[in-house]
C-alpha cells in the first residue's frame, strides 16, 4: 500500500515536472524557475556535502547549475531520464570539473547554526556534527551514492543515470559506506 | 551488517535532508535570478512545424472550403457574389465540348432566374444587373445550339427556357413597377431562349427523334 501511494505520488510529481519542463522548454523562465526551486535544496546540499561543507561555494555552484540547465533545457528529451536526474548530471558534471580546485573540508557552516537553540535543536546540531565527521570519512564515490540514495532519495537506477556508474557498482559501493558508517557511527555513540 | 543496523544508519542519514540553502538565497534564485535569464528564441521541433503545416492547410481548406460553400447563395451587390461568379467563370472554361458549356450555362440560368426571383423586389439597379447576366447565359447556351450534336440537349434547352418564362410571368405580376422592365428584359430572353431551341429542333434533318424532344408539339398551347 505504501509502494503504490509512493509510486502515485512520484508519478504525480514527474507530470507536473513535465509541463513545467514544456512551457519552460518554449522560453517561459516562470516556469523554469518554478522547476528549479522544487529541487534547489537537493542541488544546493549535494555541493555544500560534496564541498567540504562550504556554504558560499554550494551556493556558487548551485547558481551555475540553474544557468546551464536553462541554457541546455532545450536540448532535454525525458525518454527515460527524469528531470530531476537530468538536473543532478548537470550538476555532477559541473562538480567532477570543478572538483580537484576545492578539497579543503570546511568547518560547520553557517547555515546549520541555530540562533534559537532550544534542546531538541542542539540535540539535532550534535547528531549532525556526528555524521558529519562520519560521512568525511568515506570516500568521494561512497560520499556521492549515499548523500544521492538516501538524502535525496534517488534509487539505483537514477544514480546510475546522474553519475555513469554501473548499478553493481553503486550497490557495492552503498554496501562499503554502510559498513564503514556503521564502524563510525559505533564508535561514536556505542552501537 | 544485519537489515536493523542499516535501517538505523539510513535513518540517522536523514537528517542530513535539513541542510537547506539560506532563504536569501532561495530568493535570489525565484527573484532576481529567474528574471535575468537570457532569452531565448523558442525551438520548434520538427513534429511541431509539420503539425503546424498540416493544421494551416487545413485551415486554409475549411476557410476556402467554407467561403465557397456560403458564396453559393449570395445575390448581385453581396460580398461573395464575386467569388461565386470567378468559380463559374472557371467551371465554364474546363468544360471540354459545346454540350458540356450548354449544359453549365443552363444550369447557371437557373441559377441567375432563382437570383431574379430573389431580388424582384429590390432595387431597379441590382435587378437590372441581375437580368442582363440571366440574358447573357440564356445566350451563352444558345451560342452552339445549330451545331450540337446531341438533340437531347437542345431539347432540353427548349424545355427549360420554356418553364424560365412561365416562372418569369409569374414574378412579373407580382414585381413591383420599378421591377418591371428588368424582369421584362429577362422574360424575353428566355422566350427568345425557347424560339431558339424550337427552331434547331425543326431545323435539324438529321434527327429522326426530333420531335420527341418537342413536348406536346401537335398541340403547342397545352405545353404551357
Given at each position: 500500500m505504501i509502494d503504490w501511494l509512493k509510486s502515485q505520488f512520484i508519478e504525480k510529481e514527474q507530470a507536473e515536472d513535465r509541463i513545467l519542463v514544456e512551457k519552460a522548454?518554449?522560453?517561459?523562465?516562470?516556469?523554469?524557475?518554478?522547476?528549479?526551486?522544487?529541487?534547489?535544496?537537493?542541488?544546493?546540499?549535494?555541493?555544500?556535502?560534496?564541498?567540504?561543507?562550504?556554504?558560499m561555494q554550494a551556493e556558487?555552484?548551485?547558481?551555475?547549475?540553474?544557468?546551464?540547465?536553462?541554457?541546455?533545457?532545450?536540448?532535454?528529451?525525458?525518454?527515460?531520464?527524469?528531470?530531476?536526474?537530468?538536473?543532478?548530471?548537470?550538476a555532477h558534471n559541473l562538480l567532477v570539473d570543478s572538483y580537484r580546485k576545492e578539497t579543503e573540508v570546511g568547518k560547520l557552516s553557517e547555515s546549520y547554526r541555530f540562533e534559537d537553540k532550544s534542546l531538541e535543536k542542539i540535540v539535532v546540531e550534535e547528531e549532525y556534527v556526528v555524521l558529519h565527521k562520519a560521512i568525511n570519512t568515506l570516500t568521494d564515490d561512497q560520499k556521492q551514492i549515499i548523500l544521492l540514495k538516501f538524502v535525496e532519495g534517488f534509487n539505483n537506477k537514477e544514480i546510475s543515470d546522474i553519475t555513469g556508474k554501473q548499478e553493481d557498482s553503486i550497490r557495492a559501493l552503498q554496501y562499503?559506506?554502510?559498513?564503514?558508517?556503521?564502524?563510525?557511527?559505533?564508535?561514536?555513540?556505542?552501537? | 551488517m544485519d537489515f536493523k543496523e542499516e535501517q538505523k544508519i539510513i535513518n540517522?542519514?536523514?537528517?542530513?535532508?535539513?541542510?537547506?540553502?539560506?532563504p536569501e538565497f532561495v530568493?535570489?534564485?525565484?527573484?532576481?535570478?529567474?528574471?535575468?535569464?537570457?532569452?531565448?528564441?523558442?525551438?520548434?521541433?520538427?513534429?511541431?512545424?509539420?503539425?503546424?503545416?498540416?493544421?494551416?492547410?487545413?485551415?486554409?481548406?475549411f476557410v476556402s472550403g467554407g467561403l465557397v460553400y456560403a458564396s453559393q447563395n449570395s445575390l448581385p451587390g453581396q460580398?461573395?457574389?464575386?467569388?461565386?461568379?470567378?468559380?463559374?467563370?472557371?467551371?465554364?472554361?474546363?468544360?471540354?465540348n459545346p454540350e458540356e458549356k450548354a449544359r453549365l450555362h443552363l444550369r447557371l440560368a437557373d441559377e441567375r432566374l432563382e437570383e431574379l426571383q430573389a431580388l424582384s423586389g429590390k432595387q431597379s439597379k441590382v435587378l437590372d444587373k441581375a437580368s442582363s447576366a440571366y440574358e447573357e447565359e440564356?445566350?451563352?447556351?444558345?451560342?452552339?445550339?445549330?451545331?450540337?450534336?446531341?438533340?437531347?440537349?437542345?431539347?432540353?434547352?427548349?424545355?427549360?427556357?420554356?418553364?424560365?418564362?412561365?416562372?418569369?410571368?409569374?414574378?412579373?405580376?407580382q414585381a413591383p413597377a420599378q421591377a418591371q422592365s428588368s424582369l421584362n428584359k429577362a422574360l424575353e430572353?428566355?422566350?427568345?431562349?425557347?424560339?431558339?431551341?424550337?427552331?434547331?429542333?425543326?431545323?435539324?434533318?438529321?434527327?429522326p427523334n426530333l420531335e420527341e424532344h418537342l413536348p406536346n408539339k401537335a398541340n403547342p398551347s397545352e405545353r404551357r
Open positions: 522548454k518554449t522560453g517561459n523562465r516562470d516556469a523554469f524557475g518554478q522547476l528549479y526551486l522544487k529541487y534547489l535544496a537537493g542541488i544546493y546540499r549535494y555541493f555544500y556535502f560534496r564541498m567540504g561543507q562550504n556554504r556558487d555552484m548551485t547558481e551555475q547549475v540553474f544557468f546551464k540547465a536553462w541554457s541546455a533545457l532545450p536540448a532535454y528529451q525525458e525518454k527515460g531520464l527524469k528531470f530531476s536526474s537530468w538536473l543532478y548530471r548537470i562499503r559506506a554502510l559498513v564503514k558508517l556503521r564502524e563510525i557511527l559505533g564508535k561514536e555513540n556505542g552501537f | 540517522r542519514l536523514s537528517i542530513l535532508q535539513q541542510v537547506e540553502p539560506s530568493a535570489k534564485i525565484a527573484g532576481d535570478l529567474v528574471y535575468s535569464l537570457p532569452t531565448r528564441p523558442t525551438i520548434k521541433s520538427p513534429i511541431f512545424t509539420f503539425g503546424a503545416a498540416v493544421l494551416s492547410v487545413l485551415f486554409l481548406f460580398l461573395l457574389y464575386p467569388l461565386k461568379k470567378t468559380l463559374e467563370t472557371a467551371q465554364l472554361r474546363l468544360a471540354s440564356v445566350n451563352g447556351a444558345l451560342e452552339n445550339v445549330n451545331n450540337l450534336d446531341k438533340e437531347e440537349i437542345v431539347g432540353q434547352l427548349e424545355e427549360k427556357f420554356d418553364q424560365h418564362s412561365k416562372v418569369l410571368e409569374g414574378v412579373l405580376e430572353a428566355s422566350q427568345k431562349g425557347q424560339s431558339a431551341a424550337q427552331e434547331a429542333l425543326e431545323k435539324n434533318p438529321q434527327n
